[in-house]
T-cell receptor, first 117, second 114 residues
Framework: AQKITQTQPGMFVQEKEAVTLDCTYDTSDQSYGLFWYKQPSSGEMIFLIYQGSYDEQNATEGRYSLNFQKARKSANLVISASQLGDSAMYFCAMREVNTGTASKLTFGTGTRLQVTL | EAQVTQNPRYLITVTGKKLTVTCSQNMNHEYMSWYRQDPGLGLRQIYYSMNVEVTDKGDVPEGYKVSRKEKRNFPLILESPSPNQTSLYFC?????????????FGPGTRLTVL
């Protein structure tokens, strides 16, 4: 069974600094996708970044990058130049492709990031 | 605009009173899913559907029903709500398999069962 682990319940970062949010996963599937979502206090789920298991390059989207280390089964989110608006809950999620529920997302428990002045 | 809509956004009800939360997507996605979010537990899948008339249980299906009569709609039904179903509910949709590089989430429905 797939599993996502986020070991940091809460993180603080100073404005303009970079921060890394940890995510490790467990799967026996060779083909899978990894996702990060942001959930601000308003509650909606905002898709940030996606990494496929066969992608050779680490995914980047603006200030977000995914540090994908396949052998370690980790998919850490790096936010560069933090802004006050980055304060939110962040969820790591995984989708296994070669299963009957090919689009099911399994989520971690989340990391609450607080950006300070 | 591509989107997933849910209604209502907020609902307070009492134990045992049947309710339906609607979900609709305009992206012609095959896959639709319901999740509930509880503090410290992340999002857990309730039910999902791979296409019209094809539904299956997720990880926490007890106390819920769904239907998929049309591709765009995937309502969540609570026949007899109980206080432990107080939660934040999300509907999501996506393409299937290798094409599914993201899931699109609705805005969420905050349900309180008294």
């Amino acid at each position: 069974a797939q599993k996502i682990t986020q070991t940091q319940p809460g993180m603080f970062v100073q404005e303009k600094e970079a921060v890394t949010l940890d995510c490790t996963y467990d799967t026996s599937d060779q083909s899978y996708g990894l996702f990060w979502y942001k959930q601000p206090s308003s509650g909606e789920m905002i898709f940030l970044i996606y990494q496929g298991s066969y992608d050779e390059q680490n995914a980047t989207e603006g200030r977000y990058s995914l540090n994908f280390q396949k052998a370690r089964k980790s998919a850490n989110l790096v936010i560069s130049a933090s802004q006050l608006g980055d304060s939110a809950m962040y969820f790591c999620a995984m989708r296994e492709v070669n299963t009957g529920t090919a689009s099911k997302l399994t989520f971690g428990t989340g990391t609450r990031l607080q950006v300070t002045l | 605009e591509a989107q997933v809509t849910q209604n209502p956004r907020y609902l307070i009800t009492v134990t045992g009173k049947k309710l339906t939360v609607t979900c609709s997507q305009n992206m012609n996605h095959e896959y639709m899913s319901w999740y509930r979010q509880d503090p410290g537990l992340g999002l857990r899948q309730i039910y999902y559907s791979m296409n019209v008339e094809v539904t299956d249980k997720g990880d926490v299906p007890e106390g819920y029903k769904v239907s998929r009569k049309e591709k765009r709609n995937f309502p969540l039904i609570l026949e007899s709500p109980s206080p432990n179903q107080t939660s934040l509910y999300f509907c999501a949709s996506s393409l299937i398999g290798l094409k599914a590089d993201t899931q699109y989430f609705g805005p969420g429905t905050r349900l309180t069962v008294l």
